[in-house]
C-alpha cells in the first residue's frame, strides 16, 4: 500500500514536497517512480529512483524536482521546485517490487495558479 501527501495549491515559482509511505520494506522495492496526469492527457512519467539510489528525470522536470527515499522511514519524496502551471496534475507514486511487480498510489493533486 502506498500513501501520497504533501500535495495543495502554490503559486508560480513556488515549492512543495511530496510524500509516498509504503507499508512494505523498501528491501522488496526495486524501483519508485513518480507519475502525474493532467486532465485530458495521458498519464506522465515524472522520475523514479532505484533500489541503488540512482535517479533519473523526465526532461520536463530535470533541474526543478528531486527524486529521493528515506529507507528506514519507507517513504520516498519528490521535492518540486520552481513549479509553473503546466506542473498542474494529479501525482501518483508507482513502486516496482523485485518481481517487477507494480503498485499504485491513489495520487495527490497538485495545482500551480496564481
Known amino acids: 500500500q502506498l500513501v501520497e501527501s504533501g500535495g495543495g495549491l502554490v503559486q508560480p515559482g513556488g515549492s512543495l514536497k511530496l510524500s509516498c509511505a509504503a507499508s512494505r520494506s523498501f528491501a522488496n522495492i526495486a524501483r519508485m517512480h513518480w507519475y502525474r496526469q493532467s486532465p485530458g492527457k495521458p498519464r506522465e512519467w515524472v522520475a523514479y529512483?532505484?533500489?541503488?539510489?540512482?535517479?533519473v528525470y523526465a526532461d520536463s522536470v530535470k533541474g526543478r524536482f528531486t527524486i529521493s527515499r528515506d529507507i528506514a522511514k519507507k517513504t520516498g519524496y519528490l521535492q518540486l521546485n520552481n513549479l509553473e502551471p503546466e506542473d498542474t496534475a494529479l501525482y501518483y507514486c508507482?513502486?516496482?517490487?523485485?518481481?517487477?511487480?507494480?503498485?499504485w498510489g491513489q495520487g495527490i493533486q497538485v495545482t500551480v495558479s496564481s
Open positions: 529512483i532505484s533500489r541503488g539510489g540512482t535517479t
Open positions: 508507482k513502486v516496482d517490487d523485485l518481481l517487477d511487480i507494480p503498485s
